[in-house]
């Protein structure tokens, strides 16, 4: 058996069941349309904050509901978007009457169907906006790049926003400024299993893949030899030049593994990435390390930074309990 | 025809519309096979299959826009894939378009589709020529409108528009996707009529045929 997942049709259900026995003080799982909803009582007038994703990117962005966070997340089939059909009963079921903020990843899909179910709630009277996520610097035309590590950042920031009470305008404002303060960058250190097509070739012992999305798309094969600090100035330097982040700049520091990368990994991964920060005089105020965005079983690791400034910050450290976030 | 085209006769276009699609079901899977993912065919007969269930409700709206709109879910709901949210939007846009109430006459019928058409082209951000579904939508309403700056007949409005649609969805066959699944393909796509150009072109055949054919309702 190469997993308990050879059925794609019902691992999303059953996993989603799976959850809501996990976490019962925390989320309610609805089914048909699938969306998973925080337990915790919302005050009226406050903005509800919703995600959707194609499913194999967990914990994001189901991992994310409960207080201080997301309202509501919509799941969607393996790699595809969520439907407006699962987006609009979210906005029904969470909308306190202070309007509704999706997060979305730079995916067409999503796009299509976030502005769908926007124009729908819209006509119903509901005022829904979207911030998009587009932080991966591999993709050098800043339109077409993608969603990675600053979709959970951006998550965390708009949903603090609309529990301190920020207006629809001020959250979205605020999240827009958290997703344009931070930069990211996909690497691949072993190939894709996607349940159905089993594992594919892997990368040679001495080559990483620079650039790959989280659906496995591809990235660009560089041989590497010279050891950790080649590899960490390959990812890094990319993410620092794009801001660009300079000397002195707070900030906080996500390393997120693919879910084929095991902790041991991360961590001494993490010291190279470290030391090359320092080296630049980054102040790494606050970080997260494990599993926060991941491509299914794929080896390989997301490295997100994003500019801190004293909003960010104290909305980053704002209270939040989620199944993985709790603080 | 009679000259305003009420919401019973819009009803019997879609039903047209969606027995159409049901009969081309296995055409489309193949074209979608070809340069798509392969579900095209599946998804439209699940959608319209969903449509005429709906259709065939008496309790329907007499209220045009109210009809539209309630198409529009309803295709939202079935097809799924890109082409849901795609005719979603297209009669989403449509149902905001002027109307007498319960009938349209050939100006608003024109700028129904009109309506679509923008809406469609704004949500998918396709433009002509990119080898999708705007490609025998775009050309059919600009016919429609042309049609109708020179004082035509509402039959020859419609034929019009079909006859630039079938242009349209052929030329598909030319052209190089750069829009959709199909554009992966690159230059590969070439030689191969898009399906969602396919599925849209029964759009104004199945207008053409009902609104032309059934007279005063």
């Not at chain 2, 969805?169 to 996707?177: G, H, N, P, S």
Request: aromatic share 6%; with cysteine.
């Amino acid at each position: 058996m190469q997993s308990l997942m050879n059925k794609p049709g019902s691992a999303i259900t059953q996993s989603l069941r799976g959850m809501a026995l996990c976490h019962p003080d925390t989320i309610k799982v609805h089914f048909d349309p699938d969306y998973v909803e925080r337990l915790a009582p919302a005050r009226s007038g406050k903005v509800a904050v919703i995600s959707g994703s194609g499913s194999g990117h967990e914990p994001l962005p189901i991992g994310y509901v409960g207080l201080g966070m997301l309202d509501a997340a919509c799941p969607g089939p393996i790699f595809t978007s969520p439907s407006p059909v699962q987006l609009l009963a979210a906005v029904h079921s969470v909308d306190h009457g202070g309007g509704v903020l999706f997060v979305v990843k730079n995916y067409s899909g999503g796009v299509l169907n976030t502005e769908l179910t926007i124009e729908i709630a819209s006509q119903e009277g509901i005022d829904a906006r979207y911030v998009l996520v587009n932080d991966d610097v591999s993709i050098p035309k800043v339109a077409n790049r993608r969603g990675l590590g600053a979709a959970t950042l951006a998550c965390k920031i708009a949903g603090a926003a609309a529990e301190s009470g920020y207006s629809l305008d001020a959250a979205v404002r605020v999240t827009r400024r958290a997703i344009a303060a931070s930069r990211s960058m996909g690497v691949g250190t072993n190939v894709n299993t996607l349940p159905r097509n089993g594992p594919a070739d892997n990368l040679a012992d001495d080559s990483i893949e620079l650039g790959v999305g989280i659906h496995g798309e591809p990235g660009e094969v560089r041989s590497v030899t010279k050891g950790m600090p080649e590899i960490v100035d390959l990812i890094v330097q990319p993410i620092l030049d794009d801001l660009p982040f300079a000397s002195g700049d707070r900030v906080l520091l996500l390393i997120s593994g693919m879910g084929g990368t095991p902790p041991l990994e991360l961590y001494l991964f993490s010291e190279a990435i470290h030391e090359i920060l320092a080296e630049r005089r980054l102040r790494v105020e606050r970080q997260l390390i494990g599993n926060y965005l991941t491509c299914l079983g794929r080896g390989g690791y997301t490295i997100s930074l994003m500019r801190l400034d004293d909003e960010l910050l104290r909305l980053w450290d704002a209270p939040v309990h989620t199944p993985v976030l709790h603080w | 025809m009679a000259q305003e085209i009420t919401t019973n006769q819009l009803r019997k276009w879609l039903l047209a519309y969606a027995a159409r699609i049901i009969e081309n079901e296995d055409h489309l899977t193949e074209l979608d096979t070809a340069i798509g993912d392969a579900d095209h065919g599946v998804n439209m007969r699940r959608g319209m299959g969903k449509l005429q269930e709906r259709l065939r409700d008496e309790g329907h709206s007499e209220d045009v826009s109210a009809f539209l709109r309630s198409v529009a879910m309803t295709l939202i709901s079935g097809v799924g894939g890109a082409a849901g949210p795609l005719y979603g939007t297209f009669f989403l846009r449509a149902a905001t378009s002027p109307t007498n109430g319960s009938s349209v006459d050939l100006e608003q019928l024109t700028q129904m589709f009109r309506y679509g058409l923008d809406g469609l082209q704004q949500r998918g951000k396709a433009q002509a020529d990119d080898k999708t579904m705007i490609d025998t939508i775009q050309p059919a309403v600009e016919a429609m409108e042309a049609a109708l700056a020179a004082h035509q007949s509402a039959a020859v409005v419609l034929a019009a528009a079909r006859q630039a649609a079938l242009l349209g969805m052929k030329r598909t066959i030319e052209i190089e996707a750069r829009k959709g699944r199909a554009s992966y393909l690159g230059p590969h796509s070439i030689g191969h009529q898009d399906p969602g150009a396919t599925s849209a072109y029964f759009l104004f055949e199945t207008a053409a045929e009902v609104f032309t054919s059934t007279g005063a309702d």
